[in-house]
Every structure is written in C-alpha cells, then in structure tokens.
C-alpha cells in the first residue's frame, strides 16, 4: 500500500531538503527525488489499481502519475543546466527548486486522491506553488503575467468548488469511490455542478472562455517553467474534468465539454495563424491539443478515452522538448520574435532537427503519438458525430498544423545572420530536448500497454 | 375639526421650518466649537428680507417675479397633504398619494429651473445644470423608494404606509424596510442639500441648489428661502413619520393628542437634526463629478429593497 | 437562523458595493476585514445552534485568518510599498456600481429559473450574486491588490454559502480551502508589490500580451 503513496513522497521530501537554501544540495535532492519518484511511478504502473481510503488511483491515475515524474525529472536535469541564464532571479536559485518540488507535489497529490474536494485543493495548491516560479524572470512582463494566472486561475477554480459544492448537495459525498457508485438524489443539480466544475478547472487547463492566462504565461516563463506547464500542469487540470465527467456521465455534461474542447481547437488553430513570438505560438499549440484531448475524454467511447490518454503523453513529451529548446533559442538570441530569429539550423545544430521533430509532433505529425491519439479521437468523433464535424475538427487541426511549421521551419532553415555562425549547442541542454521527442515517437508501441492499463480496473 | 387640523398643521410647519434649519446651523458650527447663530437666525434674516426691496433683472420676464409665490403655495399645499402630525388624513389629504407629492416637488424643481434660466445669470444656469443633472439620478431613487413601499402595502398613501408600520412590527423590522430607510436618508441629504453633496457657502464650486435663487432679493428672495424651509421640513416630517419612527403619531382624530404630538414631533425633529449636524461636521465634501457615485450608492441601496423583497418571498 | 443569515447576506452585498465605490486600498481591505468577521459569527451562532463542532472550528478558522490575519498581512504589504489608492478605474465608480448592483438582479433571476426548482431556498441566490460581484470587482479594477480582495470575497460568499446549505461538509476540505487561500495571499503579495513597483501605468500596453 505504501508504494502508492512513493511519487508524492519523493518531490516532499526533496522540498524539505530545499529548505536548507543550499543551491548545489537542493538541485542534487531535486534530482534524486525525481528520478525516485518516476521509479515508483513506473512500479506503480504494474500494481493493481487502489481503491483504499484516501487514494484512488486507477488506470488514467497511474499513467499521470508517470508522465509527471518523467516530465519531473527532465525539468530538474534542465533547469539545472538552464538556471544560470537568469541574471536576476525573484527568488533564490534553491527556492526555485522548493517551488518546484512543490509544484510537481501537488500536482501528484491531485491526480491520486479519492476525494473531489481534495483534488481541488490540490489543483489550487498548484497555482500557489508555481506563480513564483512563472514570475521568476523578475521583469515587468513576467511579474504582470504571473499576476494574470494567479487572479483568472483562482477565479475560475472558486468557480469549480461552487461546482464541487452542488455536486455534494446532489450526492452527499465527495468521495470519487462513492460518486461513481451511488445515485444522485438530484440529478439535476448534479448535471449544473458538473458544469460549474469542468468551466472552472477548464480554466486551469487553458480551455476556452477563460484560457486568457496561457498565452501570457507560456510566453514569458522560462522554459523549463513552460514546458512543465505546458505538458503537465494542463493535463492535470484535464484530469479534474475528467473525473467530473466520470462523476456525472449525462449527454448534456459530455456535450458541454465537447463544445468547449471544439471551441479551444478552433480559437487556438485561427490564433497561431497571426503569432509573432514563438513560445506564445507554442502556447497556441498547447491550447489546441488541449482541446483535442477534451474532445477525446468528453466522447463516451474506448477509442477516444484511449486516443485522449495517448495524445496527453506524447503531447506531454513532445512539448516540453519543443519549449526546452526554446529556452535554449532565447539564452543565444535574446528575443522572443520569430522574425528576429533565423537559421538556427547553423547556430543550434542539434537544436533546430529536435525542434523541428518536436513541433511536427505537438501539431501531430504522423510517427508520433500525438498523430494516433488524434486519430483515435476523429474516428471517435465521426463514429458518434458523423463525418462533417469530424471534417470541421480536421480543418482547423490541419491550420495549425500549417501555420505552425511553417514558422517554425522558417526559424530553423532560414539564412543565418552573419555574426551568429557559430556552434553553441551545449550538451545536456540540447540532449533532453532529443530524448523528450524521442520518446513523444515511442509512444506508438506502447498503445496496447496503456490500453491494457486504462481498462483493467475500471470501476465504471 | 379636520379643517381646524389642517389649519393647525399648515401653521405649525409655516412656522417651525424656519426654527428647524436655524437649530441645524447653531449645533454644526457648535459641533466646530464656534458660538455660531441663535436657533432662531433664519427668522431674524425672513423679517430683514421682507423689509428689502427687491431687484430684478432687466431681462427677466415676469415668471421670474411669479415664481416664488407659486412655489410657496404649492409648499403650503404639501404641507396639508402629507402625514406630519397626523397619522390620519387631513381633509385634503384624499387629493394626491406618495406619486402625487413627488410630482408637486418635481413641479416646483422645474419652475425653480425656469426661472432661475429666465433671469439669464450665469451663476443660475450652473445651478440649474447641477439641480438637473443630480435630480435626474436621485429622483428615481425616490420614485423607487415609493414603489417599493407600493409593493408593500399595496397602496401610495402615505397615512396607510404610517399605519402599517406603526402596527406591524414585522415589517417595521425588515431588511426591506431598513434599506428603504437608508436609501431615503441618503436621497434625503441630497435633496436638503446636506454635506456630503452640496455645502452652502458662497464659493460657487459647492453650489447646486443655491445658485438657482441667486438672482432673487427681497420678498422674493424671502418667500424662496422659506419654502426651502419648508421643504426640508416636509422631507425631514415624512422621513420620520413614514420610515424611521413611525411611532406615536396619533390615528385618532383628537385634539389633544394631536398637539402633544406636536410637540413630540419636534423632539424627533431634534434628533434627525442631530443626526444630520453630526454628518456635516464629520463628512467632507465630494467632488461635484463624485456625487454620483453618491446617488448610484443610494439607487443601491432603494434596488436592493425590492430584492430583498422578492428574496425573503413576497407578502408574508 | 434564516433572518440572520438573510441580513448577513445582504450586509455582505453592501459590502461588496461599497468596496466598488472605495478607492482607497486601506478602507477596502477593512471592509473585507468587517465582512469576514461577520461571516465568523454567523458560522459560530450557526454552530452553536446546530451544536455542530465543524462549524466552530471553521468560525473560529475564518476569523484567525480571514478576518485578522490575512488583512494585517496585506495592510502590511501596503505600507512596504508604494501608493495607497487607485484614481482611475477601469469601469467608472459610478456605473461600476450599479454593474454590480445588476448582478444582484441577474443572479437572483438565474438563480430563479434554474436551482430553485431544486433547493427551494429562496435566499440561495445571495452567494451566486456575491461572487459576480467579486467577479466583476476584478474586472472592474486595475489594482492587484483590490483583485485579490476581489477573489476573496468570491471565496467568502463560498464559505457563507457552505456554513449555511451543507453544515456537514467535511472539514479537512474547507480546512484545505483555507490553507490554499492563505497560500495565494501570500505568494501574490509577493508578486504584486514588484509588479506594482514595476507597472506604475495604468493603461501600460503589452504588446507582448497581445493576440
């Protein structure tokens, strides 16, 4: 029983080292606390699923808990090699890593408790532990923006626990065991809770009415910021959708949140058309794939749910190397613009191929996962929808697909100023962004394992 | 005997309005520690202007010269409609309701208007701009303020709303009723023209409504002050007697007990007075822009009435 | 117990609306203050007369930290740094105002023809108008500081909402409520003092945050 409880206790533990406010000794800590916790992450992977007091941890549970400790550990190993780039730091390079053992804390606390309630505290316990971290440039821009996401985020979280609330006024409990099981006296009430709570932790996840935040935070974070928000905290937030989904499985409550998945995918596709700065156009894409995969978990179907999960992790990989080698695009170039930005193919070898790879596989290229979780999702839709809306989706997939690498290949294969020809490739830091994409492309023979995973132990 | 009331009413606040704004100025300026005016001052300055002769614009036409004695009268005749220190009605009492008052005030505010625009100073036709521009916000407020009172007794009457509130202290102490109140009493400061809103001093940055008699000397100028005297006395009446303490105020037709509350009334009077020297000795003024934040808190509060009203389910 | 809770309600609505009409950052924070400790005594006499031990521990909760501690911590915040009051708005006062006066309408109208078919709580839509209020207050105002008081009085109606419609929520949740609320004053305390070092415009454009 204690294994399951291993991956949130690791990233504690290393906090609690950070306290020290010893650089060297918190990045060491940091380090072994995630290379710990993706351990029992992957231990967990091949236990039975735990339905015991506290903890819920089905199949969807352990597969997030796995990519958090993966995206986990190659953020340390970044961030220790990407800190030095920041002149000025908000808080001291130790806290840095407190706050981020933290962070990655509460968003493991969130995904395996059996408790709505909890898991809102969790979700909003992520926001806390990472305004610092996204505010850490220490500049106008990065401050105004850290701002930004604490005001919309907590405002659209207090809108999910109004949500949370009505859901226990229906059911009288809050326990998710409990909540997939039993009735719900007013099943009404419930459907408005739900919808309450997916708006509201959709905001956390960047989907649309309220996705204001994302754009202004993943393009001014550092990137090891971005990138971890980017490929984890978004699908943490998925998570909670999901699990009110599953609470209250109405057609109108699916709709609900395939409207608003359907919405995300077009605002973002027709927003990455006009980007100027590349981590912002990142962003756009991380919008996008996150309403594909609430497309894909608000459809009642195997083949989207599946689609759904695999899309969030060969999202979660490929992501977060395409904003690490942002932040090794900004540390060379100082600037955020993509016209200022050429031919990156001279500067950054390495670099520009993993950015590249990684940006055909966010926009879902077909080797990488993204293209079959995609996939599974349309041929969901076009199952339960028919084939125009399945076509519309295409549309704008394919624009931003478009739009996206077309910017991106300028940024890599353009020709390079004269002054800046030279290698500044630096080993870990254009590594990890490799073994990120690597990894977002082997994802595809892992389907049948995930698969396996997500269906043994369903309690619903 | 209701004519004799009448009669009794109309010479009781004819005759103790004056008193009333001259209490008001000795306790704020004893509130500054100054000596300030004897209580009864504003008589002193009625019988000087009496005897002054009067001036008027050579541009003026005549309506400059009727107005104050048509505004006067129709002061007279609010005082013999309204419940001040009867809680039944007067023999003229059955001629308009709570909609009728406020529309005789309206007509006064707009005859005031024309004049003070007929005398062609610029200082009156600031004034006149600020009395508009204000009253357009706060004469809603008491429109609303009667409405809600409608909702609660069914009727516009002012004697029936007394009535009520004398009798059922259910109503007495709801939320509905106290927001009424301070709506009213804001609503009330702006239209006596209290501190927060307008100081009477003769710096025209402050000024709203005194700039409107600006051009009037003598009788006129002194049937002018007197019917303000009035005014404030009617408003200040109703809002004791209809909202804030509604008690005491005799329903039986009786002589006697209708003068001893006469004099009762005016100790009630002292009390607001107290109220509102305190407000004008503490408040500062807003800026002019700053008093319509003022009226939309006051809207507010008359709002919230009626959804408190609707909130708490209707008639009980 | 429903007449109180009714006049706590609307207190806290007036509240709201005159923190709308405030511009200084010291009068909205005690405000606040006033209005959580209100909340705080109306969970204790609801405890009391439910003799429920919850509701005790939350009341007391909510005035250690919402009513002391959180407005001392930002009025602290507020001497360390800089102006102390907010001249220009985004949304006049004036119409601010009666916006958030119309929410009251509006949530009162929803609320109507949706959970009352539900509940049948006739004063249930005090929450739901509390927290457009405190929704528009952040809208409405360019401060950070008066955004973050915005949030909580969101956060408050919640607790008013709870304390009085679901006495028996467990109470490690709101005690988690809490604890995040702390959390986010706290950590955005340390954000907006810079953020309002480093933005002294009002109307500073971003083009960076465009698009």
Not at chain 1, 94 to 111: A, D, K, P
Not at chain 1, 341 to 355: H, R
Not at chain 1, 362 to 367: I, Q, S
Not at chain 2, 278 to 294: A, D, G, H
Request: aromatic share 14%; glycine share 6%; hydrophobic share 55%.
């Amino acid at each position: 029983m204690i294994y399951y409880i291993l991956p949130i206790l690791f990233p504690f533990a290393a906090s609690i080292v950070c306290l020290a406010k010893n650089y060297s000794l918190s990045e060491s800590a940091s380090l072994i606390a995630s290379v710990l916790s993706i351990t029992a992450s992957l231990y967990i992977l091949f236990l039975k699923p735990s339905y015991i007091n506290f903890l819920y941890i089905d199949g969807f549970s352990k597969i997030m808990l796995v990519i958090i400790s993966a995206i986990y550990l190659t953020t340390v190993l970044f961030s220790s090699a990407y800190l030095k780039h920041i002149k000025n730091p908000i808080i001291s390079k130790s806290s840095y890593f407190l706050f981020l053992n933290l962070f990655v804390f509460s968003m493991l606390f969130s995904v395996s408790l059996n408790n709505l309630g909890l898991m809102w505290v969790g979700i909003e316990a992520t926001t806390i532990t990472s305004a610092l971290l996204v505010a850490i440039d220490n500049d106008k821009t990065s401050l105004e923006s850290s701002w930004r996401y604490i005001i919309i985020v907590s405002t659209g979280l207090v809108i999910s626990l109004v949500g949370i609330m009505l859901i226990y006024a229906s059911m009288h409990t809050l326990k998710i065991t409990e909540l997939l099981i039993n009735k719900p006296s007013h099943p009404k009430l419930l459907v408005m809770g739900a919808v309450l709570a997916i708006v509201g932790f959709s905001t956390k996840a960047g989907i649309f009415p309220m996705h204001t935040w994302l754009p202004d935070v993943h393009g001014h974070a550092i990137a090891p910021v971005s990138a971890i928000f980017s490929s984890i905290l978004l699908p943490t937030a998925l998570f909670g959708v999901y699990r009110i989904i599953e609470t209250a499985s109405f057609d109108s409550v699916r709709i609900f949140a395939l409207l608003l998945g359907v919405l995300t995918v077009v605002f973002a596709s027709i927003f990455l058309i006009s980007q100027k700065f590349y981590k912002r156009m990142f962003a756009y894409s991380s919008m996008e794939n996150m309403g594909m995969i609430l497309i894909g978990l608000a459809i009642d179907n195997k083949f989207a749910f599946l689609g759904a999960v695999i899309l969030l992790v060969s999202h979660a990989f490929a992501k977060s190397s395409a904003f690490y080698t942002t932040g090794n695009i900004l540390s060379i170039y100082k600037t955020r613009d993509i016209n200022n930005v050429k031919g990156i193919i001279k500067t950054l070898p390495f670099g520009a191929y993993s950015f590249l790879l990684s940006a055909m596989a966010v926009a879902g290229a077909p080797p990488f996962g993204t293209f079959l979780g995609e996939l599974f999702i349309i041929y969901a839709l076009y199952l339960k929808f028919g084939i125009v809306s399945a076509i519309a989706v295409l549309i704008f997939l394919s624009i931003s697909f478009f739009s996206l690498n077309h910017k991106v290949a300028k940024i890599c294969f353009s020709i390079t100023p004269e002054k800046q020809v030279q290698k500044k490739d630096e080993v870990i830091s254009s590594l990890i962004p490799i073994i990120n994409t690597v990894l977002a492309f082997l994802v595809i023979f892992f389907v049948g394992f995930i698969n396996n995973i997500l269906t043994s132990g369903m309690l619903k | 005997m209701l004519y004799f009331l009448s009669a009794v009413q109309l010479l009781f606040v004819i005759g103790f309005a004056p008193l009333a704004a001259g209490v008001f100025n000795t306790l704020t300026e004893k509130f500054e520690s100054k000596k300030g005016p004897s209580p009864l001052q504003p008589y002193y300055d009625l019988y000087k202007l009496f005897g002054k002769q009067s001036v008027v614009p050579k541009v003026a036409s005549s309506l400059f010269q009727i107005v104050p004695y048509i505004t006067f009268s129709m002061y007279l005749f609010l005082t013999l409609v309204l419940p001040i220190i009867t809680a039944f009605p007067l023999s003229f009492g059955p001629v308009v309701d709570f909609i009728g008052g406020g529309l005789v005030f309206g007509a006064i505010g707009t005859l005031k208007k024309i004049a003070s625009l007929d005398s062609r100073s610029n200082y009156a036709h600031l004034g006149t701009s600020r009395t508009s521009s204000i009253g357009a916000l706060s004469e809603p407020i008491v429109v609303l303020i009667f409405i809600t009172f409608g909702v609660i007794s069914h009727t516009n009457n002012p004697y029936v709303i007394n009535n009520i509130m004398q009798t059922s202290s259910h109503w007495y102490f709801s939320l509905v009723h106290w927001f009424v109140v301070f709506a009213f009493f804001m609503a009330l400061l702006v239209e006596t023209g209290k501190l927060p809103i307008e100081s009477h001093s003769s710096n025209e940055f402050g000024m709203i409504d005194q700039a409107i008699e600006m051009e009037y000397s003598g009788t006129e100028l002194a049937l002018m002050k007197w019917g303000g005297y009035i005014k404030q006395f009617i408003l200040m009446s109703v809002f004791l007697n209809v909202f804030l303490i509604p008690f005491w105020v005799p329903m039986k037709i009786e002589l006697k007990g209708v003068l001893l509350y006469a004099a009762l009334h005016l100790l009630k009077m002292l009390i607001l007075i107290l109220i509102f020297s305190v407000i004008q000795s503490t408040v500062s003024k807003y800026k002019l822009f700053k008093n319509f934040e003022y009226v939309a808190m006051a809207f507010s509060f008359a709002f919230l009435a009626i959804v408190v009203f609707y909130t708490i389910g209707g008639a009980m | 117990m429903k007449e109180l809770y009714l006049i706590v309600g609307f207190a806290q609505i007036v509240f709201v609306i005159f923190m709308q009409w405030q511009i200084y950052l010291k009068k909205i924070i005690l405000t606040f203050a006033l209005s959580s400790i209100i909340i705080a005594a109306f969970l204790f006499l609801d405890g009391i007369m439910l003799n429920s031990t919850n509701l005790l521990i939350l009341g007391t909760l909510t005035i250690t930290i919402r009513g002391f501690f959180i407005p001392r911590y930002m009025l602290k915040m507020l001497n360390l740094a800089y102006k102390e009051r907010e001249p220009r708005h985004i949304v006049p006062p004036a119409a601010s105002i009666i916006i958030s006066l119309f929410l009251v309408v509006l949530a009162y109208i929803v609320y109507h023809f949706t959970l009352y078919n539900i509940t049948y709580i006739k004063a249930g839509s005090i929450p739901i108008a509390l927290i457009l209020q405190g929704m528009f207050l952040i809208i409405s105002r360019n401060n950070a500081f008066i955004q973050l008081t915005g949030y909580m009085v969101m956060e408050n109606s919640l607790f008013l909402f709870a304390g009085y419609l679901f006495p028996e929520l467990p109470l490690i949740i709101e005690g988690g409520i809490l604890l995040d609320l702390v959390g986010v004053v706290m950590i955005s305390s340390i954000v907006i003092r810079l953020r309002e070092d480093a933005i002294s415009a009002i109307t500073e454009q971003f083009e960076k945050f465009k698009g």
